[in-house]
């Protein structure tokens, strides 16, 4: 079955720690993306990569970074830097970025901390 | 400075009527528009689009109707059932494919 898969679904994360958050696609897609949700607000963009070996910031890139050094593959590492991390990261994919095909979404990680 | 609205927070609606759920957005330079449905701890599922250069698109019991000139759509959920009920997110696309969400709706469909 072809999808996105973010692992792990819980994730909690200590004070002056890294953390990273898996992103798996095997759609064949070319762009994917990272958003986060915080309560009563919608998505917000944090990194976007259209191709292999390059990725672009979003809306609120602060405090996180990202690689994209397979296709399938698009980790996002939320830094120590990052103050606010607690939120719902959802990661997600689409054909490419300039056509009127929607993204699809993996069913995201929780992120606290302890 | 929020460029996609839903000025909604909630909506309830009576199963087997019309559920209408709202969107307003600023930038005129959007180019297409989508509707996600949203479970809890579950991502977005895309639920039905529409480009700038039309003002209806219908797929089965869902409808997107836009208005340009008022910078305002909305989906028509026809007939409303209870698993319909969960959170819809508006959004409209900048340039390239980049995504930009209201804050959400959620829909309760009672039986």
């Given amino acids: 079955d072809g999808g996105i898969t973010q692992s792990p679904k819980y994730l909690f994360r200590k004070e002056g720690q890294n953390v990273t958050l898996s992103c798996e696609q095997n759609l064949n897609h070319d762009a994917m993306y990272w958003y986060r949700q915080d309560p009563g607000q919608g998505l917000r963009l944090i990194y976007y990569s259209q191709i292999v070996n390059d990725f672009q910031k979003g809306d609120i890139a602060e405090g996180y970074s990202v690689s994209r050094e397979k296709k399938e593959?698009?980790?996002?590492?939320?830094?120590?830097?990052?103050?606010?991390?607690?939120?719902?990261?959802?990661?997600?994919?689409?054909?490419?970025?300039?056509?009127?095909?929607?993204?699809?979404?993996?069913?995201?990680?929780?992120?606290?901390?302890? | 400075d929020q460029q996609v609205k839903q000025n909604s927070p909630s909506l309830s609606v009576q199963e087997g009527r019309i559920s209408i759920l709202n969107c307003d957005y600023t930038n005129s330079m959007f180019d297409y528009f989508l509707w996600y449905k949203k479970y809890p701890a579950e991502g977005p599922?895309?639920?039905?689009?529409?480009?700038?250069?039309?003002?209806?698109?219908?797929?089965?019991?869902?409808?997107?109707?836009?208005?340009?000139?008022?910078?305002?759509?909305?989906?028509?959920?026809?007939?409303?059932?209870?698993?319909?009920?969960?959170?819809?997110?508006?959004?409209?696309?900048?340039?390239?494919?980049?995504?930009?969400?209201?804050?959400?709706?959620?829909?309760?469909?009672?039986?």
């Avoid at chain 2, 959920?77 to 494919?97: H, T």
């Fill in chain 1, 73 to 114: 593959s698009f980790p996002l590492t939320v830094t120590s830097a990052q103050k606010n991390p607690t939120a719902f990261y959802l990661c997600a994919s689409s054909v490419q970025t300039a056509s009127n095909q929607p993204q699809h979404f993996g069913d995201g990680t929780r992120l606290s901390i302890l």
């Fill in chain 2, 45 to 111: 599922t895309f639920l039905i689009s529409i480009s700038s250069i039309k003002d209806k698109n219908e797929d089965g019991r869902f409808t997107v109707f836009l208005n340009k000139s008022a910078k305002h759509l909305s989906l028509h959920i026809v007939p409303s059932q209870p698993g319909d009920s969960a959170v819809y997110f508006c959004a409209a696309r900048e340039y390239g494919n980049k995504l930009v969400f209201g804050a959400g709706t959620i829909l309760r469909v009672k039986s």
